[in-house]
């Protein structure tokens, strides 16, 4: 009964590689997020969906593509890995995209070698 | 540890005594501030929130105040428990222009509470 769930929970990959981490959320929110903490644990965020639309697309390189499928998953998919992508990527997702809480799910450490 | 070399700020308190954890936000657009706690190896968790039009809230064991004038949002846990150990973050909501609907996060305070 995870609220907010993604996969793989860690992502060990070589430089170059193309890799993907799913979130699915099944609290029946409309709006879906991709957060990136780095080292320092800074927690910013990437992207944002409502109702499968973005609506957020922060300065992020275009290697970083997501995806909606359908409200309830929202999946980053990652061309050409590179080592500063080393970093914890955290979905959550919120009942609006209006001023509500997040709900964020356990977060996927990936490791660029 | 993981905290080990990241010089975030950090508060140690005793078990029982109460915690206050400061944040200074940049926007003073801003309509909604959140508080979270992130223990190691976890995502935030939420802790309380509160709207731009309110200056304080109160929750269970957990206090916001909300300070417009300085930009300022402070925590206020009392009877601080080891379980509370952990990184908290505040964050604001952005009301206008290239910040709307975003969740900007502060650095992080590391809280240790000694048994």
């Known amino acids: 009964d995870t609220a907010v769930s993604q996969t793989p929970k860690y992502l060990v990959t070589q430089m170059g590689n193309d890799k993907s981490i799913k979130c699915e959320q099944n609290?029946?929110?409309?709006?879906m997020y991709w957060y990136k903490q780095d080292s320092k644990k800074f927690l910013k965020i990437m992207f944002s969906?409502?109702?499968?639309?973005?609506?957020i697309n922060e300065t992020v390189p275009n290697r970083f593509s997501p995806k909606s499928p359908d409200k309830a998953h929202l999946n980053l998919h990652i061309n050409s890995l590179e080592l500063g992508d080393s970093a914890v990527y955290f979905c959550?997702?919120?009942?609006?995209?209006?001023?509500?809480?997040?709900?964020f799910g356990p977060g996927t450490r990936l490791t660029v070698l | 540890g993981e905290s080990v070399g990241l010089h975030l700020p950090t508060l140690s308190v005793q078990e029982g005594d109460n915690s206050i954890i400061n944040c200074a936000y940049s926007n003073s657009a801003s309509d909604y501030f959140i508080w979270y706690k992130q223990e190691s190896g976890k995502g935030p968790q939420f802790i309380i929130d509160?709207?731009?039009?309110?200056d304080k809230r109160q929750g269970q064991r957990v206090t916001v105040l909300l300070n417009k004038t300085v930009k300022h949002l402070s925590l206020q846990i009392a009877a601080t428990q080891p379980g509370d150990s952990a990184v908290y973050f505040c964050?604001?909501?952005?009301?206008?222009?290239?910040?709307?609907?975003?969740?900007?996060f502060g650095q992080g305070t590391i809280l240790t509470v000694h048994p």
């Open positions: 964050a604001e909501r952005g009301a206008g222009g290239t910040s709307y609907g975003k969740l900007t």
């Open positions: 609290l029946g929110h409309d709006t």
């Open positions: 509160i709207r731009s039009n309110m």
């Open positions: 969906y409502n109702n499968k639309e973005l609506i």
């Open positions: 959550a997702s919120s009942l609006t995209s209006g001023p509500n809480e997040q709900f």
